[in-house]
């Protein structure tokens, strides 16, 4: 199975579309996001310096970042195959990515854009729930993606959590950092070859989607 980038603004779902992916295709799901976050709570420097970028909605620096990253694709489980959620989010993460894929002698694969109006990816943001422990993702206000039992997980049955920046405030910011540094890859990716677009409205029909780019 090839890897999977996901490049999307906030709330695209592309948690939701990894989750998806790795239950049915055992394969990694590599959130950089989830990695910055459990750095945050180291009691240092970086941990605090971390913090704050999440707080603000702006990008951690690329050094930390890759850190992360690199030791994360190290593991074992990441031979199967693994998605990217969250990385890369500027050219510079791009052009690191690919020098390390050269080292680790890893296939870049594909590159999966999923598109969403401004307006759907704020409603998600304000419902969005997440599992704390498998990363399972829902919504307490669209249908088809509240959990069967408010506030628990469906996957691994743990209490959900609201992230502290999914409010109106760091969505603007994030949405604008998109805008700025993350889209223009789009570009990039379509110059290799390697980019396929994915509308992101309904949860399954995305999913029947990816799986046939995936399977072709
Ligand atoms: P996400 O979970 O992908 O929505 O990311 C949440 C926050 O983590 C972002 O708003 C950034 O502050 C930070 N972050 C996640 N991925 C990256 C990345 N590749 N580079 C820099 N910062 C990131």
Redesign the pocket.
């Known amino acids: 199975m090839k890897n999977i980038i996901f490049i999307a603004p906030?709330a695209a779902g592309?948690?939701t579309q990894s989750t998806l992916l790795k239950e049915k295709y055992c394969l990694a799901h590599i959130?950089?996001?989830?990695l910055?976050?459990k750095a945050s709570l180291e009691e240092n420097e970086r941990g605090h310096y971390i913090k704050d970028?999440?707080k603000?909605?702006?990008?951690?620096?690329?050094e930390i970042?890759l850190d992360l990253l690199t030791e994360r694709l190290k593991q074992e489980d990441c031979k199967n195959g693994f998605i990217l959620?969250?990385?890369?989010?500027?050219l510079d993460?791009v052009l690191a990515y690919e020098k390390l894929l050269e080292e680790l002698q890893i296939d870049l694969g594909y590159v999966i854009f999923l598109s969403v109006p401004k307006e759907l990816a704020e409603k998600r943001i304000l419902g969005r729930e997440t599992c704390p422990d498998c990363g399972a993702v829902f919504n307490d206000q669209i249908e088809g993606s509240k959990p069967k039992v408010p506030g628990i997980c469906d996957v691994c049955g743990t209490h959900l959590t609201k992230r502290k920046?999914d409010n109106l405030e760091t969505f603007s910011i994030?949405y604008d950092?998109y805008m700025e540094h993350t889209k223009p890859l789009i570009d990039h990716f379509e110059k290799l070859g390697v980019l396929y677009t994915v509308p992101s409205i309904d949860r399954d029909e995305t999913f029947k989607m990816i799986e046939k780019i995936i399977k072709d």
Do not use: E, M
């Not at 959620?85 to 500027?90: H, I, K, L, Q, S």
């Open positions: 906030p592309k948690g959130s950089t996001g989830d910055l976050r970028c999440l603000s909605g702006k990008l951690v620096s690329d970042t959620d969250g990385f890369p989010r500027n993460q920046d994030r950092t």
